[in-house]
């Protein structure tokens, strides 16, 4: 870790930083140290016990030191943030310092169960066994698991990729050949109109899903994770509002049809005039 690379902040190395991943405070950014053990600044996350959105703050036992790089040195600090829509409901942070470099060594909830929340609403326009892989892909690259995640992640979006096939290749035109000969990224392109826009615009992006695994390094696994994970949402999001629109129009139909009954029964009866 260079000295260059941004500190994180009190809430990115409590909720998104893997646990025993190392960080070095430089001395200029004493302040940003300082923040992650004793700030008060609100945080916004999902508070797993409402399971919903919150705002937590610190809960301070009282011996806040007043000099900023007082939290540098060889010592174990713990951070318990309270959800302010019941003061029960507490994340636990456990971080150990030796000089300068900062570890995050436990914390409850686990990572998986902060991390996993806003994907949740995937779970209804995908297979059962490809959302517990997705929830398991995120949770494995939370704690710095970089070719495990991603293979579940790869295999996510082949499959998706492959379900958009499924309706392209009876198009009138379609080229199967070329479609079975292409890499991803080719693949993508031919599957425009069948997939987002985004990811066909940039699927020079998804070339490393055609690389074998053993050809990765954990580090470009977790580079590309986040980029994969995209593609796999934006796909499932064109999933999610086209069941909402489908439930719309049902629903829609349903009080079209109640209405046309009703205003028949009333002309029956006579009650209409
Ligand atoms: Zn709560």
């Not at 923040?35 to 916004?44: A, G, H, M, R």
Request: glycine fraction near 6%; aromatic fraction near 10%.
């Amino acid at each position: 870790m260079t000295a260059q690379t941004p500190p994180p902040t009190k809430k990115e190395f409590c909720i998104a930083y893997p646990l025993y991943k190392e960080f070095t405070f430089a001395e200029e950014h004493d302040q940003e140290g300082w923040n992650v053990f004793f700030s008060q600044e609100p945080i916004d996350t999902y508070c797993p016990e409402c399971n919903a959105h919150s705002i937590f703050h610190q809960h301070n036992n009282g011996n806040t030191p007043h000099y900023i790089d007082a939290w540098a040195g060889s010592r174990r600090y713990s951070v318990l943030l309270r959800c302010s829509r019941n003061s029960a409901h507490h994340l636990f942070f456990l971080f150990d310092i030796e000089g300068r470099t900062v570890q995050k060594i436990g914390q409850y909830p686990s990572l998986a169960d902060l991390n996993t929340y806003d994907v949740r609403q995937y779970s209804t326009v995908l297979s059962r066994e490809d959302f517990k892989e997705f929830t398991k892909a995120i949770g494995l690259a939370a704690h710095g698991v970089g070719v495990g995640s991603f293979v579940y992640l790869r295999r996510i979006f082949e499959n998706l990729v492959d379900a958009a096939y499924q309706v392209a290749k009876s198009d009138s035109g379609w080229d199967d050949e070329a479609y079975c000969k292409g890499r991803m990224a080719e693949r993508i392109q031919l599957l425009g109109g069948h997939l987002p826009e985004f990811l066909v615009e940039n699927r020079s992006m998804y070339k490393i899903l055609s690389q074998g695994v053993h050809e990765l390094t954990e580090n470009e696994c977790l580079a590309a994770f986040p980029v994969v994970k995209m593609g796999i949402e934006l796909v499932l999001d064109e999933k999610l509002a086209a069941a909402a629109k489908q439930q719309k129009l049902e629903e829609a139909k349903k009080a079209i049809h109640g209405l046309v009954s009703k205003a028949g029964a009333e002309v029956r009866s006579g009650t209409s005039r």
